[in-house]
């Protein structure tokens, strides 16, 4: 129904000078679909208040509602294009007058957890970047076509949006940050097995992916009025650190079904641990944080192991925010099963020590698009230490890649086995009292024949590319020889 007004809308895109990538795409089509998701918002409420003899207040003042602004409607219902700006007009009104008042949202909402609140936030962290009055014209008769009335019309929004996401990772460069494949997603949740009630976090949230495939979880099958208010301000929130995840993720979980979103710009790793309290913890953590960074001193002294990578800082954070008897499940870089760094070794003996590491899923490489690394995914619960680790080596029997990425059937076995800890050609179990505990080395070679789990050392490495040069070495000059 609306994936032709999506093509258009990225076909004008591409002839913007001031959009260059698929994230530009992706983030200028996010605030003109947020101000038009405004107005199907304030329509829904107006119409409420009318049933219920209210008198609604608008949240936008007149001149900033779309109706006025963006797509002045004719008697006909259609856009009047006499009344509606264009060109340089329209630019700058979005530029100087649009923005600036949205931005003050921030200073005037009564919290954090309301939609004024995020509008404040999201337009104090993006920027028009369509150059062309004319070109931002057509692009808002395209967003104009767009429905947020019914929920068959939310849902094909969020699968389109989920696609433009998609590509953002599929781009390369830094639009891999945002995108975590959703069918891995998915088997995550089905193992966790969230309950209604249950408060889910991602401090490292992106696009919001966990959360929003969490909400369709839980959206399955009859809802009461009640449970529906719980999933819609008590169960899910999330953390970001870059401003265009930020508005994604927003965005994002509007388009799921959750109006006002709890999630918060901010960087994670600056709490302080030692500050957390009960109140602050969570039932569930799903998230695949980054990796690879380098977090400054200040930072790391949040922590009581001190590192600069950014994965092992965050996976302190994961569990030390679990409530007891809390699940977590972790996307990580293999090579954390057996660094033998002290923050690597000393993590593992935390972690096994304080909770249980039930499964350790092992993703083949090209699960995660661009990356260049691969990764597993720990699966955990807070409370007791670890008795037993089951490992699933995930082998889709193809080569993972942008036209063939990984889908929900892939990893359908593993999701079935994992309910039973069964042995199988690709899965085994390691008992804890069978781990070293000087290393805590979690790397497991799979006993049915698999691959190991972990990379080999950076010495064993160079050593062989040693001896490779000197094998190299004497073939040619035996060939010389011959010559």
Known sequence: MFEQAFRNIDDVLRKEAGCTTELDYTEQTSWLLFLKYLESLEETRQAEAKLDGKKYSYILAQPYRWESWAAPKGKDGKIDHNKAMTGDDLRDFVNTSLFPYLLGFKQRASGPDTIEYKI??????????????????????????????????????????????????????????YYTPRPLIRAMIAVTAPKIGERIYDPACGSAGFLCESYDYLRKG???????????????????????????????????????????HTNTLTENLADVQEKDRFDIILANPPFGGAERKEIQQNFPIRTGETAFLFLQHFIRLLKAGGRAAI??????????????V?????????????????????????????????????????????????????????????????????????????????????????????????SAKNPNGGEVVAHRSPKEILDEIVALDLENAEIFKSIRALL
């Open 346 to 442: 000393a993590l593992r003996k935390l972690l096994l020590e304080s909770c249980n590491l039930h499964t350790v899923l092992d993703c083949p490489g090209g699960t995660f698009q661009g990356a260049g690394v691969k990764t597993v995914v720990l699966f955990f619960e807070k409370g007791a230490p670890t008795r037993k680790t089951w490992f699933y080596q995930l082998d889709p029997g193809r080569s993972l890649g942008k036209t063939n990425p990984l889908n929900d059937d892939d990893l359908a076995e593993f999701v079935k086995l994992q309910k039973t800890f069964a042995a199988s050609p690709k899965s085994w179990s390691v008992a804890a009292k069978d781990i070293d505990s000087a290393t805590f080395d979690l």
């Open 331 to 344: 996307v990580i870089k293999n090579t954390f099963l057996s660094n033998t760094d002290n923050a690597a």
């Open 120 to 177: 404040g936030e999201i337009f104090g962290e993006i920027k028009n970047k369509i150059q062309s009055g004319y070109n931002l014209r057509e692009i808002i008769d395209h967003i104009d076509e767009l429905r947020f009335r019914s929920q068959a019309e939310k849902h094909e929004l969020s699968h389109l949006y989920e696609g433009k996401i998609k590509n953002m990772g599929n781009a390369g460069r830094n639009g891999g940050e």
């Open 222 to 264: 009859k809802l009461t009025p009640k449970e529906l208010k719980i999933l819609q301000e008590k169960t899910f929130f999330g953390k970001e650190k870059k401003s265009l995840a930020y508005v994604i993720a927003i965005m994002n979980m509007i388009l799921h079904g959750i109006d006002a979103p709890n999630v918060i």
